[in-house]
């Protein structure tokens, strides 16, 4: 320590020194700081005084200047005696004489400053008397130990043998007379005083009798407490405390028992304040550590008794030995020593001194004094006095009389509550000390929790003050703490209470499930841990849980659910966890359980919610099998059991809708398999792809069809449970937030969560977080009334725009709403004008319509960019998404087949002998009334679906503009309509297809059906492989209903003529916009349509076992789905279905060990198209084939460049319509493809050596574009053939459709074919050139008076203008063959006429470089598909322009002729060489897939790169023929292609001759085409290449 008085202080002392130590003491003395304060003067004073002793200082300067100091304090003298007695030790210590000496002259100058007494105090005897202050140390030293021992150890005994008997007899009597009358204790007191002076009594013994006779008389308090507490003014304060405690030491034998009267005494005297508890609390045994112990004691047996309950005891033997200690150790715990502090604190809470009593309980263990039942009842008591008058206010139930309970005759006792906020004081306070063993008491259990809902009832009324509202919440807070730590834990201990635990329930409903939830968590999880009691309570009922679990069956659930019902009504939280817990590992247990739970209490059930949630929020439980591709079985269980528990019972549903809404918020769609099952099961709404055709019928029926006939499950009874689902849905605002979630979700799904997921996994999430869209937006719809739905819904850009939700989805959630607005709109009209004329109500629903979709058609604008609104009207868009089934047909079969099973029903009601007659009648109303339902129902819709069709015939008009090309409109149509809603649900699916055909059958303007059809049937790859496995299903059904009406069609000629004959959706000439009505001959014919119908299944073959072959998981599922779907439809052609039989055997084989679901699904669709064998015919019957006729010719023409696949190309063309290109009808394709033929014929003999030596140099990718051609020409030019040259026709037509679509079995008559094919070729020729020259010949004669354009004619007519239309054919072969060089894959010579002018072809062009660029980009439609459409475009503007100008003279021609020879040649030397890099590559490629790949993948490979057929394949067509013969096929390849380039020359040259008559027009064109040509045959090979390397990719 440092210091106070510097050295120079006392050196400098008189000068400054002395000033110095004033101040420095003053300003001690007055440092607000008293303890500082204190120990710095007590130091300055010992160093000022220790420089004395020293010698630095003389002792009169000290003294001066401490006489000066003194009176800064009132105790500095007593601080100056400290000093000295420190020092007086210190010195007497010292051997130095002369500092001791120094020292007693320092005191004898201070003797003046402290007092004589307080020295005599604090100094040594020996010092005292050195100093004078007594005579001698050894004398006064005898005499203070006197003085001490009387003080201390001398008794104040009176003389036993002066006490006199008669004395205490006259106390007793005093003290026993009747108090009733006006004896006072005062007068009794002035008695008693007498007596112990007469009789020379003891007054410690007189206490001691007053407090015996006061435990005999405990009800004259008022007597006794006034008469001790005036008798202890004699005593000293200390007798009181030390007699009651001699009186409890008495006591305190093992077996001696204090009486309560003692107890009582104590406590009164305690609430008196005579004595301090204090003072009485160390008289009292056990001991504070004896308790502890006992404490901690009592929780490790807890424990130990815990672990040997979840033991897994194997021997009966031990099990018996336990139990026998277990009962002997009870026995001896039985009797408890007596524990006095406990008796005391019982004693104090029934007088009611609660103040006192909790001072005892704080120095004990937390409710370990409660946890003696004696105390609890008494404290338990104390709380029923302290709140009887606000329950007899506020609580008591209507009717109820209750008890009253009388207050304490103890004014000192706590006050009773008169309102809420008087509880707060002392009662929740009591409450909490009380704790778990509430449950001693379940009245006054009741009585808490009635003031709960009383206190509840008035928090949640408004209109109370700001202050109020302050000090309610404070209590409601109060009150959520008591229910935490004393009302839940209080319930576990109580023996099965239902009506307690409905009590509480009464309280809980008023608060908000958080609230809830959040005290169950806490009961479920801390609870049990605090208290040792509840440890042991925990464990018994998870081994009665157990016990019970292992014996629950179906068959014993009503004895097993009331034992469950008995458990759950006090330890719900442990007893469902388990159960839950065993569902999650065996989930045939969900039944049994579900049906065992009906005799729980409310509050049991909105546990079991928390529960559930609990268990689903699981963070340690993987949602993922190990395998990362399913869910866990554990997450399907608890859904199936939430989704069954929660129809069943009134549980309240809104913490599990917020539980997935917030899972959802956080990008987690795996519990959307909640909400799934809970829709499922209390709305009755399934979402499955298994549906049969049946009830995806009956689903487009109303909502009593539906639920006869569209569903699975009779769910029968769901009004309740659905209306349950929709309030917890409104009141919680969470139907809007969910449907946008999980629309958001969707994508959300791929992008987000999907990340490291398994392809497979992410598939599946996606289809359930659809599958919940669809299954909640349909219950919305059918559940919400119109008012909700619409008050809840957005508008539709609103949805779109704003909270991002997909297109499709929000029409899905807008449509219910459109819908409800229209038939209200339309009631509105009826009622306000009374027409009943079906022309008059049509009119208003029109109007109706109009008012509410009016601003749909505004709002829908701003979901695509403009240009879209271009071809299809916001009109046309809004109302495809808008409608429904339902709207479109009437299930006619669907109700008629309810109707019938339910006569059947009442039927069999009728004959049912055994059945009561009051039920007979009641089920046979019930059918009766369902019939009626269903008929009147019936009837509704068909008045609706007549309503419609008027709408959409009025409407149609407006609905395409194509304002750009027809194309275009079909693709926004397919892209934007119903690609997306097609894949949405099994009904949109079906809708899509009938809305097809319903804008056909209105003749909707602009509106190509064949275009349309023909772009969905065409390349299905794309959309195939992008769909999830529902998406696949879904699709699969829309195919199998576009097929349907197709098949329709194709089946018999009447119905094709009925419903597409005259159909602007036919036409295959399409004219320019606004011109749509087409003369008979620019509609296709039937035979023709059933060439087309014929290539859409040799596509679909195509793309299907395209995707087989690719290996890849997705494709491969998914392309068996779909082939299952369309199962009814497709294959119908012979050889096309055995080609797809053996691809999906090859699948069986090789997915057997590798992937089981693929390999089940490919042997169910395996075994299904077997039974479907013996409906397949082969492909003659399914379209016009001729039988074969031996003739040298057509072999030939087979293997020239023009024979290759024709059946199936020109039907490609027929349908590949781009817009502006456009289609003749069959019967001129017919003559034009005659005239083909002759040019072939020609251009094969007039260049054979050409074919030897430019083999090598021709380009594969003109072989392809050239086979194309003809290919396309191929079907009609057969017919012409046959009628015109006979021998041409036959057997080329046979071989040709073969050479490009029999399947394998056929491998062995097409080699044999291909080696007749190669004998005859020379002679073959030889004929050729010979009907080529002919036709030269009768070409020139005739070609002035040809006439362009040609109707129709039937085949008689054909006959007999055989020689004209051929040379109109050649014509318009050779023109088309000019153009086809051009173009990549150009359609049937001639085939086309266009109605695009001439200053409209550069744009086309234009466009449809854009096109190619967009093709690869478009997984929808087949990049080959637009290519080929966008080159017919051009071309066929030159035939339509052509044809309408008359041929020229015979000498123009010539000159015409010879320039474009040249011309034609230079194109084609370049062309070769461009193509002979390309060629080889090709080569190296087909010789490499040769040895890898199977032929028919080579083959796919060139069909896709846009080569529909090509010489190769027309002769070793089957996808297996042999490699070997491949090569062959090569070689000749080679050299057709030469022949093939050499005859174009020559076809070009011709079709110049026939077409300069067009003047500048066709000049105009012939450069065009030159541009063209050159274009393509870059961009063809580029494409090729790009096809080819994605191929190898795949």
Known sequence: MAALLPAEWIKNWEKGGKSEFVQLCRALSENKNHDVGFRDIQQALYELAYHVVRGNLKHDQASNVLGDVIEFREDMPSILADVFCILDIETSCLEEKNKRDHFTQLVLACLYLVSDTVLKERLDPETLESLGLIKQSQQFNQKSVKIKTKLFYKQQKFNLLREENEGYAKLIAELGQDLSGNITSDLILENIKSLIGCFNLDPNRVLDIILEVYECRPEYDDFFVPLIESYMYMCEPQTLCHILGFKFKFYQDPSGETPSSLYRVAAVLLQHNLIDLEDLYVHLLPGDNAIIEEHKREIVEAKQIVRKLTMVVLSSEKTEEKEKEKEKEEEKTEKPPDNQKLGLLEALLKIGDWQHAQSIMDQMPPFYSTSHRAIAVA?????????????????????????????????????????????????????????????????????????????????????????DKEKMETLFSCLLSITDQVLLPSLSLMDCNACMSEELWGMFKTFPYQYRYRLYGQWKNETYNSHPLLVKVKAQTIDRAKYIMKRLTKENVKPS???????????????????????????????????????????????????????????????????????????????????????????????????????????????????????????????????????????????????????????????????????????????????????????????????????????????????????????????????????????????????????????????????????????????????????????????????????????????????????????????????????????????????????????????????????????????????????????????????????????????????????????????????????????????????????????????????????????????????????????????????????????????????????????????????????????????????????????????????????????????????????????????LGQALERRVHKICQEEKEKRPDLYALAMGYSGQLKSRKPFMIPENEFHHKDPPARNAVPATVQNGPGGAGMPTSLTINTVRLEEGTAEETADKLKEKSQGVVKVINKTVNATPKVTTSNGNSASNSKIIKEKDDKEKSGKEKDKEKKDKTPAATPEMKALGKDGKEKPKEERANKDEKA??????????????????????????????????????????????????????????????????????????????????????????????????VDTHSSPSHSSTVKDNLNELKDSSAKHYINHTTPTLSKSKEREVEKKDLDKSRERSREREKKDEKDRKERKRDHSNSDREVPQDSTKRRKEENGTTGSSKHSKSESPSDSPRLNEKEKEKNKSKSSGKEKGDSIKAEKMEKSSSGSKKESRHDKEKAEKKEKRDSTGGKEEKKHHKSSDKHR
């Open 1315 to 1412: 080696r007749e094919i190669k004998e005859k070729t020379p002679k073959s020729d030889k004929e050729k050139e010979k009907v080529k020259k002919e036709e030269k010949a009768s070409k020139e004669e005739k070609s002035k008076t040809v006439v362009t354009i040609i109707e129709s004619k039937s085949s008689a007519e054909k006959e007999r203008e055989k020689e004209p239309s051929r040379e109109r054919d050649l014509a318009k072969e050779m023109k088309s063959k000019e153009n086809a060089k051009g173009g990549e894959k150009v359609p049937v010579a001639g085939s086309l006429k266009s109605p695009v002018p001439r200053s409209e072809t550069s744009e086309s062009e234009r466009e449809q470089k854009r096109r190619k």
């Open 379 to 467: 404290l338990c008591q104390l709380v029923h006095v302290t709140v009887e008058p606000l329950y007899r206010r506020v609580g008591v139930p209507k009717g109820a009389k209750g008890s009253p309970i009388s207050s304490l005759p103890n004014k000192r006792a706590p006050k009773q509550a008169e309102s809420f906020e008087e509880l707060k004081k002392e009662v929740f306070n009591m409450l909490c000390y009380l704790g778990p063993h509430l449950s001693h008491d379940p009245i006054l259990f009741a009585k808490v929790v009635r003031l709960g809902k009383a206190f509840m009832k008035e928090f949640q009324s408004d209109g109370s003050k700001q202050e």
């Open 561 to 1135: 659910g009331r034992q469950i019902g008995k458990l759950s009504h006090s330890n719900p939280t442990i007893l469902f966890d388990y159960i839950l817990s065993q569902i999650q590992k065996y989930d045939n247990l969900i039944t049994p359980v579900v049906d065992s739970l009906k005799y729980l209490t409310s509050l049991n059930y909105d546990v079991l919610a928390y529960c559930i949630i609990e268990a689903l929020a699981n963070p340690e439980k993987e949602r993922m099998k190990h395998d990362d591709t399913t869910i866990s079985s554990w997450l399907q269980s608890l859904a199936s059991f939430c989704g069954a528990v929660f129809r069943k019972y009134p549980i309240e549903l809104a913490g599990l809708l917020q539980y997935v809404a917030n899972q959802l918020k956080a990008g987690k769609s795996f519990d959307l398999l909640i909400l799934k099952e809970v829709v499922q099961k209390m709305a009755g709404i399934e979402i499955t792809e298994e549906m049969t055709m049946e009830q995806l019928e009956a689903m487009t029926g109303g909502e009593q069809l539906k639920a006869e006939g569209g569903y699975f499950g009779q769910i029968r009874n769901t009004k309740k449970s659905s209306q349950r689902l929709k309030d917890a849905l409104l009141d919680h605002d969470l139907a809007l937030p969910l449907c946008l979630l999980m629309a958001q979700q969707r994508n959300g799904v791929v992008f987000q969560e999907g990340g490291e997921k398994h392809l497979k996994l992410v598939g599946k999430l996606y289809d359930q977080c659809h599958d919940t869209l669809v299954q909640f937006g349909g219950f919305l719809a059918s559940n919400l009334s119109t008012e909700d739905y619409i008050k809840r819904v957005p508008s539709i850009d609103v949805l779109c725009n704003e909270f991002h939700t997909p297109h499709d989805a929000a029409f899905f959630l807008s449509r219910p709403m459109y819908a409800h607005h229209i038939s209200s709109k339309y009631d509105e009209l009826k009622k306000a004008e009374k027409g009943n004329k079906q022309q008059h109500k049509v009119h208003k629903y029109i109007t109706s319509c109009e008012l509410v979709m009016a601003p749909v058609h505004e709002a829908v604008i701003s979901l695509h960019l403009p240009k879209v609104w271009d071809d299809i009207s916001p009109q046309f868009y809004a109302t495809f998404w808008s409608l429904t089934m339902y709207d479109l047909a009437v299930p006619h079969s669907s109700y008629d087949r309810e109707v019938n099973k339910l006569k059947v029903q009442m039927k069999a009601i009728d004959d049912n002998q055994e059945m009561p007659p009051n039920k007979k009648k009641k089920e046979k109303e019930r059918c009766t009334a369902l019939q009626d339902k269903l008929l009147e129902e019936e009837k509704k819709q068909l008045e609706h679906v007549q309503r419609v069709l008027q709408r959409l015939k009025l409407e149609k008009d407006n609905w395409l503009l194509a304002k750009s090309t027809k194309n275009e409109t079909i693709t926004k149509f397919l892209q934007l309509c119903i690609f997306p809603r097609c894949i949405f649900s099994a009904i949109d699916a079906v809708y899509c297809a009938h809305f097809v055909e319903l804008v056909h059958q209105q003749k909707t303007p602009n509106f190509s059906t064949l275009l349309c059809y023909d772009r969905v049937f065409s390349d299905i790859i794309y959309t195939v492989a992008s769909c999830t496995e529902n998406e696949a299903s879904r699709y699969g059904r829309f195919l199998c209903c576009m097929l349907e009406t197709v098949t329709r069609w194709h089946s018999d000629r009447v119905i094709y003529e009925k419903e597409c004959g005259n159909y602007p959706g036919f036409l295959t000439i399409l004219r320019a916009t606004g011109f749509d009505g087409g003369n008979k001959a620019d509609q296709l014919d039937y035979e023709n349509f059933r060439h087309v119908v014929h290539k859409w299944h040799y596509k679909l073959t195509k793309a299907s076992v395209h995707c087989l072959e690719t290996g890849e998981y997705t494709h491969i599922r998914n392309i068996l789905i779909v082939l299952t779907k369309i199962l009814p439809w497709y294959p119908k052609v012979l050889n």
